[in-house]
């Protein structure tokens, strides 16, 4: 089948108008009539010397300007020179000298004088001057003053990306739209760990999908979810992934884009936010730190005056669940301030659900390094577990950072691939800060830096609930001249015996110099700072003191008691009394512990000051193997038992398939082979019964 040629003609296409057309349009009719009005040559003078130049013979022709009685000298050449010095005689442009008179007719009554006594027999002209040049240019001023408030008003509304309407589409939403046809995709698969929370998200996800197969059984979608978590835990990450899975529209946008310096922009940005979610509807809507717009009201009453925030949070009330309905429109939000949001934007009917992302387990950091860690060029000696269990307390943004920091000390270091050391050198560099190897110190701060750690060391590996040791350095890092480096235990809760070792530990510093050096320093404030505000937590939370039981002044609201206390002045001693008891039992402790394995402390400190860094395996050769089993190894070895029983249950049930398998194909088989004796074909008899099998049955009366 051929294709006819097209006859016609393409459709030339024409440039849009520009503004700035009519800009240039004006210009170029500026510059004309200033090159048509060219006045380089043109000199204002009185009449009386226009008089002078002509009764001296100065001028050869005159035009007379009719309407506005003003008189136009042509000059010679030789006076032109004398005025205008730079006048040349080729010059195509003419020298002119202007003078006003008081009317035209005194002109021409001028000129006829001279005439008569034989002064000027030139030539004169009468002209009538236009009045349009001095128009435009008298109109410029004001031209200029439009074009600039013109552009600070596109300035005001966000520039040419302002949208359509510039200053007046301030009002507008601003959250951007994502649908399925959006090229850069996150799905839940790229969410690593979060297992609990992606199960909840999931299933309004699956609503959007199949909503029958919860309406059926008298369910309703939830209005709302709301995402609260530290910092980089991945709730956004996890929106993004509802955004990859959803096949509806998903709207995006940040709490503080309600915000705006106009009065009630913010309300009308949150009206025109859900009328294009009901256009769009069913649809998700997210927005991200809810609490720039979700604060408690009447906490800062401003003096009285118009909150503008407060406005703007009232419409996001009404519109979530207000007197209108607003049917397919899920809200998502994430916080991690959900303590000073307000109580009527918590309830039931508009956040359903909230949904804490907190900080990843063990497994779950395992998990977030395998995603992270696929890009990434490493060897063998990488070992997963090993990561996991030396970042606790570390989110996702912080192990992307790990890995990301890895690798920059691999490529700075020259390697072809990122090793065990390049990771665990990233860890103290985000932990401990960067290493100071050029910080100089003597030999006696070297001494009591490295007597201090190892009475760290000494005092951990030989009590039961402290954190098993790593490492322990005396370079400097960051603030700290030396640091000791362990693997926290992740108790799900901490008895009475477990804060008092790790207080004990972290006390073992200050009590190694006063027992090996006499003195102390000014080396462990952080220690004391963090073994004083254990001990009153114990006392003034958890209820652990001896004189104060089972008593707690921790307020959960979040709302801090002002400048009154819970308690009297008597109970405030009680106390400090308290907590210097506890302080000083566990300090006494250390001391007896470092007395008792004095030797092995000697030890590790002179090994300290020869290498610089020591480890787990220097401290075990000194000391002995810890006789405690660590509650990490512990998690350690039920998760591989988890694990091979996942996998025997999964091999019992491939098992099963395969026989279930194999038996529906033999019973397939014994029912063809039956199927085949009545088929048209004649088979070789084998036994008189398979004969009268195919013999039919004789017809009887």
């Known amino acids: 089948?051929?294709?006819?040629?097209?006859?016609?003609?393409?459709?030339?296409?024409?440039?849009?108008?520009?503004?700035?057309?009519?800009?240039?349009?004006?210009?170029?009719?500026?510059?004309?009539?200033?090159?048509?009005?060219?006045?380089?040559?043109?000199?204002?003078?009185?009449?009386?010397?226009?008089?002078?130049?002509?009764?001296?013979?100065?001028?050869?022709?005159?035009?007379?300007?009719?309407?506005?009685?003003?008189?136009?000298?042509?000059?010679?050449?030789?006076?032109?020179?004398?005025?205008?010095?730079?006048?040349?005689?080729?010059?195509?442009?003419?020298?002119?000298?202007?003078?006003?008179?008081?009317?035209?007719?005194?002109?021409?009554?001028?000129?006829?004088?001279?005439?008569?006594?034989?002064?000027?027999?030139?030539?004169?002209?009468?002209?009538?001057g236009s009045d349009f040049g001095g128009f435009l240019w008298s109109l410029w001023p004001i031209l200029l003053l439009i074009a600039l408030w013109y552009f600070f008003m596109r300035r005001m509304s966000g520039g040419a990306g302002g949208g359509a309407g510039g200053v007046f589409s301030v009002g507008k939403s601003r959250a951007k739209l994502f649908d399925k046809d959006n090229s850069t995709r996150v799905t839940f698969n790229d969410v690593a760990g979060l297992q609990e929370a992606k199960t909840e998200v999931a299933e309004i996800v699956d609503f959007l999908k199949t909503p029958q197969k919860y309406t059926e059984l008298g369910g309703k979608i939830p209005k709302g979810a709301l995402l609260v978590g530290p910092p980089g835990t991945g709730k956004t990450l996890l929106a993004k992934a509802v955004a990859g899975e959803a096949n509806v529209p998903f709207f995006s946008m940040s709490g503080s884009d309600f915000v705006e310096m106009f009065v009630g922009v913010g309300a009308s940005r949150v009206r025109d936010l859900f009328?294009?979610?009901?256009?769009?509807?069913?649809?998700?809507?997210?927005?991200?730190?809810?609490?720039?717009?979700?604060?408690?009201?009447?906490?800062?009453?401003?003096?009285?005056?118009?909150?503008?925030?407060?406005?703007?949070?009232?419409?996001?009330?009404?519109?979530?669940?207000?007197?209108?309905?607003?049917?397919?429109?899920?809200?998502?939000?994430?916080?991690?301030?959900?303590?000073?949001?307000?109580?009527?934007?918590?309830?039931?009917?508009?956040?359903?659900?909230?949904?804490?992302?907190?900080?990843?387990?063990?497994?779950?950091?395992?998990?977030?390094?395998?995603?992270?860690?696929?890009?990434?060029?490493?060897?063998?000696?990488?070992?997963?577990?090993?990561?996991?269990?030396?970042?606790?307390?570390?989110?996702?943004?912080?192990?992307?950072?790990?890995?990301?920091?890895?690798?920059?000390?691999?490529?700075?270091?020259?390697?072809?691939?990122?090793?065990?050391?390049?990771?665990?050198?990233?860890?103290?560099?985000?932990?401990?800060?960067?290493?100071?190897?050029?910080?100089?110190?003597?030999?006696?701060?070297?001494?009591?830096?490295?007597?201090?750690?190892?009475?760290?060391?000494?005092?951990?590996?030989?009590?039961?609930?402290?954190?098993?040791?790593?490492?322990?350095?005396?370079?400097?890092?960051?603030?700290?001249l030396g640091a000791a480096w362990y693997l926290p235990e992740e108790r799900q809760i901490s008895t009475y015996e477990a804060m008092l070792d790790e207080m004990c530990a972290t006390l073992g510093g200050r009590a190694a110099e006063e027992l090996f050096l006499g003195h102390i320093s000014s080396g462990a404030a952080n220690d004391l700072e963090r073994v004083t505000k254990q001990a009153y937590a114990m006392v003034v939370y958890f209820g652990m003191s001896k004189k104060l039981p089972n008593v707690c002044y921790y307020d959960s609201t979040g709302q801090s008691y002002g400048f009154t206390k819970p308690y009297s002045e008597e109970r405030a001693k009680v106390i400090d009394d308290e907590v210097s008891r506890i302080i000083s039992e566990q300090y006494e402790r250390a001391k007896q512990l470092l007395s008792t394995h004095a030797d092995g402390h000697g030890q590790l400190t002179e090994m300290l000051l020869s290498r610089e860094v020591i480890y787990t395996d220097d401290v075990e050769h000194i000391f002995g193997k810890r006789p405690w089993v660590s509650r990490t190894d512990e998690i350690l070895k039920i998760n591989e038992e988890i694990e091979e029983k996942r996998k025997k249950e999964e091999e019992a049930e491939a098992r099963k398939s395969a026989e279930e398998s194999n038996n529906a194909n033999a019973e397939n088989g014994n029912t063809s082979t039956t199927a085949g004796a009545d088929t048209p074909q004649t088979p070789e008899p084998q036994s008189e019964n398979d004969n009268k099998t195919l013999t039919p049955p004789p017809f009887s009366k």
């Not at 210009?27 to 009185?46: C, E, H, I, W």
């Not at 934007?345 to 977030?368: C, S, T, W």
């Not at 990301?404 to 390697?415: D, G, H, V």
Request: hydrophobic share 40%.
């Open 1 to 128: 089948m051929s294709t006819q040629p097209s006859n016609e003609a393409p459709k030339m296409k024409l440039p849009k108008f520009n503004i700035f057309w009519l800009y240039a349009i004006i210009f170029a009719v500026l510059v004309g009539l200033y090159m048509v009005n060219n006045d380089s040559y043109t000199k204002q003078v009185s009449w009386t010397e226009f008089e002078r130049y002509v009764t001296e013979g100065g001028v050869s022709d005159i035009i007379v300007i009719s309407n506005k009685g003003v008189a136009e000298g042509v000059l010679t050449d030789s006076v032109a020179q004398k005025i205008f010095p730079d006048y040349q005689k080729s010059t195509s442009s003419q020298a002119r000298i202007v003078a006003e008179a008081a009317s035209a007719d005194k002109i021409q009554d001028k000129i006829d004088e001279w005439g008569k006594e034989g002064i000027f027999n030139g030539n004169v002209k009468y002209e009538k």
């Open 275 to 480: 009328r294009q979610a009901k256009e769009k509807a069913p649809c998700i809507v997210f927005i991200d730190e809810i609490d720039a717009v979700g604060r408690a009201r009447g906490k800062n009453p401003n003096m009285g005056a118009n909150d503008e925030r407060e406005n703007t949070l009232n419409q996001l009330l009404t519109e979530m669940d207000g007197f209108g309905t607003n049917s397919g429109v899920i809200i998502l939000a994430a916080t991690n301030r959900a303590d000073i949001l307000d109580k009527a934007l918590l309830r039931a009917g508009r956040f359903d659900r909230q949904i804490y992302v907190d900080l990843p387990d063990l497994n779950g950091r395992k998990e977030i390094f395998k995603v992270h860690l696929k890009n990434i060029k490493k060897d063998d000696s990488v070992d997963l577990d090993l990561l996991a269990r030396q970042t606790p307390g570390f989110s996702g943004a912080d192990i992307a950072n790990v890995c990301n920091e890895a690798a920059l000390i691999a490529a700075r270091r020259k390697n072809n691939c990122v090793q065990k050391k390049d990771f665990m050198d990233a860890v103290d560099r985000i932990v401990g800060g960067l290493e100071k190897k050029s910080v100089i110190t003597t030999e006696e701060e070297r001494r009591s830096i490295a007597i201090h750690e190892a009475g760290h060391a000494t005092i951990s590996w030989h009590l039961q609930y402290a954190n098993p040791l790593v490492k322990v350095t005396i370079v400097p890092r960051g603030k700290a």
